[in-house]
């Protein structure tokens, strides 16, 4: 019999679910992805239905459901702090306590009755009983997720987020096939709370918003360093850190910052609604510069304390792939690997894996490569099942075979065009990675407004990552790494960089926009660096022989890569999600596996029209 084990988060945001056999990753997926709520906190009923039905189980063949934290603790943690902060927070906390009294602090019973009425839903005409429930704790699955599917026998691991239960930075050592805590920093002291609190500060949205921030910080110059640091963090020579909280109200109150942090900055939080100005483009800068000075001072001192080789990383901040990118290139570890879920969607993984190596003390199988399988652990949808769907809405389309559909599609990248591309199953975690992407040329310099105004309805300041060809990437980029999780920010090749004129060099903010850095401008941001994902054969293969065709025909061995969704939406899942968002957008072709589908062919409602004018930003 296969021993099978359920993974869950959920409650906070970024609920998923994650199952593994015999340790080994057979499925996981984010909530947010059936329900179309990004970042969906509710119980993934969705997810899991998917996990148990891509292996053809049901719950009586789970052995045992692991949650990814532990609620109590977190109570815990809530109370003390509102204690401390009293009178202040008084609202904040009674709208929490609400919460908690009515859900989470009787969330084992909350999670057997969801889970008895989803077996109930699966064979009804048997009274069964649920696997018995476990609990791991929030950076323990984090330093999980991060461990036990790398390709190292041993290895550090470094878990920063916003807080768990009271941990906000972690430190780990794994070996085999266990995991061991060395040190942690706890809460209020978060640096993932820090960057959060200037996140909502410049007017994103916290959770969500922290990658914009970091987008943005290229066109700034970090004029305000000096000032955080004397103000708001005191960090430590080993990277260790304090914040004065008194400028902060995450710990008592329903926003991020106090007068007295709007004061220091001498302007109030920017409205949604406001103009980005070189003053957040400068603010946005100056707290990069500090994440980054931390995050390589504790990799320093770790390396030091533990004379480990290898560095894995897990938990929000970890998506700071331009702090990732500095990272790697001050050598100071052999080797990086970091989990490409890394927030909290990542951490159901990392609770079953837990329950496996940890609980059931099982030994640990170690993939040279890695154990995540490319991410690709989504649903799939083979020909004939998009086929069927697409006949049933009578959408015109063409089935190729792979190789003149990739032939074809390379000439159309080469005129401009933009692709929707629905290949394979859905990745797991925050990129778009192949399977569900928005592709296009990267040597196209309107390539970047196209599909930030036209297509995906955000700010023009986004960059686009691009997907490079494993064995090419050290022709186009600083780097000879892999980057197979687009978590790696490297500067493009010398090159192919475009020098600018002294008087382009004398503009700043959103005025370098449309200076061309490189014969890539589509993909090279304002400080000619890009967000790197490399593509090898083995995991992706349609994907890599996508961008080989366009490869041969070109002489480029790299395209644009963004997510397959508009501002405010998931990314797709399903074939009518894919045409829905196709249809409502610019896109000019869609692929669905082997079928294709022109824009010009597609017949137009004015649903479609209405849906897009109320996401065309001004």
Request: with cysteine.
């Amino acid at each position: 019999m296969k021993n099978f084990i359920l993974g869950i988060s959920c409650f906070y945001h970024d609920s998923a679910a994650a199952l593994i056999r015999d340790g080994e990753i057979m499925a996981a997926v984010q909530e947010e992805r059936f329900s179309r709520k990004k970042h969906d906190s509710s119980f993934p009923k969705n997810a899991v239905l998917y996990c148990l039905q891509s292996q053809n189980i049901d719950l009586r063949e789970v052995e045992s459901i692991i949650y990814y934290e532990k609620p109590l603790l977190t109570f815990e943690r809530l109370l003390e702090t509102y204690l401390g902060a009293a009178p202040r927070g008084g609202r904040s906390f009674i709208a929490a306590m609400q919460v908690w009294l009515k859900e989470k602090l009787f969330l084992k019973s909350e999670l057997k009755k969801e889970f008895k009425s989803l077996q109930k839903e699966l064979v009804p005409e048997i009274e069964s009983q649920i696997p018995k429930f476990l609990f791991s704790e929030h950076h323990q699955s984090h330093a999980a997720a991060a461990f036990y599917p790398s390709p190292f026998e041993e290895a550090v691991v470094l878990c920063m987020d916003g807080v768990g239960e009271w941990a906000t930075t972690s430190t780990w050592v794994g070996k085999d096939n266990d995991i061991k805590p060395l040190w942690e920093i706890s809460f209020p002291h978060s640096m993932g709370l820090l960057y959060s609190a200037f996140t909502y500060y410049c007017g994103f949205k916290v959770n969500s918003g922290e990658y914009k921030l970091m987008g943005l910080a290229p066109y700034g110059k970090p004029n305000y360093v000096k000032q955080i640091k004397d103000h708001l963090i005191d960090i430590k020579d080993d990277g260790t850190f304090k914040l004065d909280i008194s400028y902060f109200k995450y710990h008592r109150g329903f926003r991020m910052t106090s007068r007295k942090f709007h004061k220091l900055f001498g302007a109030p939080p920017r409205g949604k609604d406001q103009e980005l100005t070189q003053f957040h483009m400068d603010l946005a800068a100056s707290i990069q510069v500090v994440t980054e000075e931390v995050v390589l001072k504790l990799a320093r001192s770790l390396q030091k304390e533990t004379r480990i080789k290898n560095l894995c990383l897990a938990g929000g901040v970890a998506l700071n792939c331009v702090a990732n990118g500095k990272l790697l290139k001050e050598k100071i570890f052999n080797d990086i690997w970091i989990q490409p879920a890394s927030g909290d969607a990542g951490s159901a993984l990392g609770a079953a894996l837990i329950g496996w190596h940890k609980y059931h003390r099982k030994p640990r199988k170690i993939n040279p490569n890695d154990s995540m399988k490319g991410t690709y652990l989504g649903c799939q949808f083979s020909n004939q099942e998009i086929i069927s769907y697409l006949r049933k809405i009578n959408a015109p389309f063409q089935s190729l075979e792979d190789d003149k559909l990739f032939e074809e599609l390379a000439g159309i990248i080469d005129e401009g065009k933009v692709i929707g591309w629905f290949n394979g199953p859905m990745e797991f975690g925050p990129r778009a990675l192949g399977g569900r992407s928005i592709i296009g040329d990267p040597r196209n310099q309107k390539m970047q407004s196209i599909i930030n105004l036209k297509i995906k309805y955000r700010e023009s300041f986004r960059p686009f990552a691009p997907s490079v060809l494993e064995e090419d990437v050290a022709n186009q980029f600083e780097m000879s790494t892999k980057s197979p999780y687009m978590l790696l920010v490297a500067p493009v090749k010398k090159e192919l960089c475009k020098e600018m004129s002294e008087e382009q060099q004398k503009l700043f903010g959103i005025a370098k926009l449309n200076i061309p850095r490189s014969s890539l401008p589509a993909i090279t941001h304002v400080d000619y660096s890009a967000r790197v994902q490399t593509v090898n054969e083995r995991t992706n293969p349609r994907y890599y022989k996508l961008i080989k065709a366009f490869q041969q025909k070109t002489g480029c061995p790299t395209i644009v890569n963004t997510s397959f969704n508009v501002r405010g939406e998931p990314i797709v899942c399903t074939p009518q999600d894919a045409y829905r968002c196709f249809m409502r957008t610019e896109m000019d072709v869609l692929v669905l596996q082997n079928q294709i589908l022109y824009k010009t062919e597609q017949p137009k409602t004015e649903k479609d029209e209405k849906w897009k004018q109320e996401f065309e930003l001004d």
